[in-house]
C-alpha cells in the first residue's frame, strides 16, 4: 500500500506502468478500484497510470473535521500526488469520472501548465446559474444525510462504480457529500472556454442527465473531442470497457486532433 501524508490526512495511490503520467480520479462515493479495467491497458500503451482514493473514500483517511473536505483539498492532493510521483511541478495527462472529472477540470484551471490533456468522463462542468448550482448543493446535502442516517448500505442499489467498492466508514462519504461534491461558484464551468490542452470528453449514450452537459462541455472547450459509448450508463468505463478503451487509446494517440462528436 502506498500512501503520502498530507498535514496529517494519508491518501492511498497506486501506481503501474512507466512513461508519461496519467492520472485518472474516481467519482463520489466510488474508490480507485472503478479503473481496474484501464489500469493495465494505459500502462501497456506507456504511460505511468496513477489512481488514488480522494479523502473519505476507500483505503485513504477519513478526517473527522468538515473543513478538510473542499474542492481545494482535492485538487491540492492531486498536486501532491503528481510531485511524490513525478517530481515537483510535473505535468501528467489529467483525468476522472463524475467529480472526479469535475476535479480534473478544477486542477486543469489552477494548474494549467501541469496538465498535457484532460480526459474528462460522465461529468457535469458545475452550473452559471446559481438557483441551478443550489439546487444540487440541496441534493448533496441531502446524500450526506442519508450516508449519516444509513450508512454504507446505501451503496448498495448504486451505480456499478459505487456498489462494487469499498470504504471503511460512511462519515467520510457523508462528509465529502457536504465539502466536495457541493459547489461553491462557477469558476469551473465558466473556465472552459480558456482551455489550452487537447480534451477528450465521454459519455454513456444513456447516462440522460450528463448527455447534454458533455455536449455542452465538448462545444465549450476549445478543439474537444466527444464521444456517445452506446448502451452504457454513469460508470461508462465498466459497462462497456471495451469500447471505451478504444476510445481513450485512440485520442491518446492523436492529440491535438480536430474536435467532433463520435458515436461508437
Same mark, same amino acid.
Given at each position: 500500500? /502506498?500512501?503520502?501524508?498530507?498535514?496529517?490526512?494519508?491518501?492511498?495511490?497506486?501506481?503501474?506502468?512507466?512513461?508519461?503520467?496519467?492520472?485518472? /480520479?474516481?467519482?463520489?462515493?466510488?474508490?480507485?478500484?472503478?479503473?481496474?479495467?484501464?489500469?493495465?491497458? #494505459?500502462?501497456?500503451?506507456?504511460?505511468?497510470?496513477?489512481?488514488?482514493?480522494?479523502?473519505?473514500?476507500?483505503?485513504?483517511?477519513?478526517?473527522?473535521?468538515?473543513?478538510?473536505?473542499?474542492?481545494?483539498?482535492?485538487?491540492?492532493?492531486?498536486?501532491?500526488? &503528481?510531485?511524490?510521483?513525478?517530481?515537483?511541478?510535473?505535468?501528467?495527462?489529467?483525468?476522472?469520472?463524475?467529480?472526479?472529472?469535475?476535479?480534473?477540470?478544477?486542477?486543469?484551471?489552477?494548474?494549467?501548465?501541469?496538465?498535457?490533456?484532460?480526459?474528462?468522463?460522465?461529468?457535469?462542468?458545475?452550473?452559471? $446559474?446559481?438557483?441551478?448550482?443550489?439546487?444540487?448543493? %440541496?441534493?448533496?446535502?441531502?446524500?450526506?444525510?442519508?450516508?449519516?442516517?444509513?450508512?454504507?448500505?446505501?451503496?448498495?442499489?448504486?451505480?456499478?462504480?459505487?456498489?462494487?467498492?469499498?470504504?471503511?466508514?460512511?462519515?467520510?462519504?457523508?462528509?465529502?457529500?457536504?465539502?466536495? #461534491?457541493?459547489?461553491? $461558484?462557477?469558476?469551473?464551468?465558466?473556465?472552459?472556454?480558456?482551455?489550452?490542452?487537447?480534451?477528450?470528453?465521454?459519455?454513456?449514450?444513456?447516462?440522460?442527465?450528463?448527455?447534454?452537459?458533455?455536449?455542452?462541455?465538448? %462545444?465549450?472547450?476549445?478543439?474537444?473531442?466527444?464521444?456517445?459509448?452506446?448502451?452504457?450508463?454513469?460508470?461508462? $468505463?465498466?459497462?462497456?470497457? &471495451?469500447?471505451? $478503451?478504444?476510445?481513450?487509446?485512440?485520442? #491518446?494517440?492523436?492529440?491535438?486532433?480536430?474536435?467532433?462528436?463520435?458515436?461508437?
Amino acid at each position: 500500500m /502506498t500512501n503520502i501524508d498530507r498535514d496529517g490526512v494519508r491518501l492511498y495511490y497506486e501506481t503501474r506502468g512507466s512513461g508519461t503520467p496519467l492520472i485518472l /480520479t474516481h467519482g463520489y462515493s466510488s474508490t480507485s478500484e472503478m479503473w481496474q479495467g484501464q489500469i493495465d491497458v #494505459l500502462a501497456r500503451d506507456g504511460y505511468r497510470v496513477v489512481v488514488w482514493d480522494m479523502r473519505g473514500h476507500g483505503k485513504s483517511s477519513y478526517p473527522d473535521e468538515q473543513s478538510l473536505y473542499s474542492e481545494e483539498h482535492t485538487v491540492a492532493d492531486m498536486a501532491a500526488i &503528481l510531485d511524490e510521483v513525478s517530481g515537483l511541478g510535473s505535468s501528467a495527462i489529467v483525468g476522472g469520472l463524475s467529480l472526479g472529472g469535475y476535479m480534473s477540470l478544477a486542477f486543469y484551471r489552477l494548474h494549467p501548465t501541469r496538465v498535457r490533456a484532460l480526459l474528462i468522463i460522465d461529468t457535469g462542468p458545475g452550473f452559471k $446559474n446559481d438557483a441551478a448550482r443550489e439546487a444540487w448543493n %440541496k441534493t448533496a446535502r441531502e446524500t450526506g444525510a442519508r450516508f449519516d442516517r444509513d450508512g454504507l448500505s446505501l451503496t448498495k442499489g448504486l451505480s456499478p462504480e459505487r456498489s462494487q467498492v469499498t470504504h471503511r466508514n460512511a462519515q467520510g462519504l457523508a462528509m465529502a457529500a457536504r465539502g466536495m #461534491l457541493a459547489q461553491r $461558484n462557477a469558476a469551473v464551468i465558466e473556465s472552459l472556454p480558456h482551455i489550452k490542452t487537447p480534451a477528450l470528453v465521454v459519455v454513456g449514450g444513456d447516462d440522460t442527465p450528463f448527455l447534454v452537459a458533455s455536449e455542452y462541455m465538448a %462545444k465549450k472547450i476549445p478543439g474537444a473531442k466527444n464521444v456517445v459509448v452506446p448502451k452504457a450508463g454513469h460508470a461508462v $468505463n465498466i459497462d462497456q470497457p &471495451l469500447l471505451f $478503451n478504444d476510445a481513450v487509446r485512440a485520442f #491518446l494517440r492523436s492529440l491535438g486532433g480536430s474536435g467532433g462528436t463520435a458515436k461508437l
